[in-house]
């Protein structure tokens, strides 16, 4: 409708958003599956893969939008019906901002990494519309038609550090890092203030993958402790760590006192 580069490279990677959340539905699906025989620990990664990939198209869009900025200004040229093409513009990122704030708001609700990032995309998206609004407006205004192409150039230079932080929190759940200090302090707390009659825990492990997040530790008891008796307080600490955090998988390995290593966590 205009001719703008600017606005060529808004759609490019709106319509980039348009695949990658259709990815997030099929990723978030997957995700949902409950663990079989085969993914005995679920299939909670599948929103992790969907993130990586939606950064990995965010790139590629920031890339052929370079591409059209470059040979825009090796030959700069004067826009066409500029004014309905800032009016289009201006629909279709109200529009994103709402969908913006539902998906990052639920992302944020249910812990899903597919929908966050997909939800971060669409901000990045939102922000560069209106630089691109005002640079056209701009442009328009001052005659130099050189400034369309340069915007496009700034909106993919965006576009590429948005695809990069997608990716790097995702990669973060793919490589099973820990959980967060504030998070990991709070599972600490609770193991000591629940685990009445233990000696001390140790050999603290947590990941998380998805929504879901997965604590380990060997647990030390007397050894004239019986086995139900451990079992009882395994089932304590267990319910007492999901009612801190949400979705998690606990895993807790039993030794006997003489397995102490007066270096983990002390039973309060």
């Not at 901002?97 to 812990?111: D, E, N, P, Y």
Request: one cysteine or more; a negative charge.
């Amino acid at each position: 409708m205009t001719g703008s580069i600017a606005l060529l490279s808004d759609a490019l990677e709106s319509t980039v958003n348009v695949v990658t959340a259709i990815a997030a539905l099929i990723a978030i699906r997957v995700a949902a599956v409950p663990a079989d025989a085969h993914h005995p620990y679920g299939h909670h990664k599948a929103e992790l893969f969907s993130a990586v990939l939606e950064g990995v198209m965010i790139i590629i869009a920031a890339l052929l939008i370079m591409r059209e900025a470059y040979h825009g200004l090796m030959a700069p040229r004067v826009l066409d019906a500029p004014l309905q093409g800032l009016l289009v513009n201006g629909a279709a990122s109200a529009i994103n901002a709402l969908w913006c704030w539902l998906l990052l708001s639920q992302g944020r609700k249910r812990r899903s990494p597919a929908l966050t990032a997909d939800g971060h995309h669409l901000l990045s998206d939102v922000i560069s519309s209106i630089g691109v609004t005002f640079g056209v407006l701009l442009a328009i205004e001052t005659g130099w038609a050189i400034l369309d192409p340069a915007l496009a150039g700034l909106v993919a230079i965006n576009i590429l550090w948005s695809g990069w932080k997608v990716m790097r929190s995702s990669m973060s759940g793919l490589l099973d890092e820990a959980v967060p200090d504030d998070v990991l302090a709070k599972v600490r707390e609770t193991i000591a203030l629940e685990a009445t009659g233990a000696v001390e825990a140790h050999d603290l492990r947590t990941r998380h993958a998805g929504q879901a997040t997965f604590i380990e530790f060997h647990l030390v008891v007397p050894g004239e402790q019986t086995v139900a008796a451990a079992h009882e307080t395994c089932d304590r600490i267990e319910a007492a760590l999901k009612a801190v955090v949400k979705d998690c998988v606990v895993t807790i390995h039993v030794e006997p006192e003489y397995k102490a290593k007066h270096s983990g966590i002390v039973v309060l």
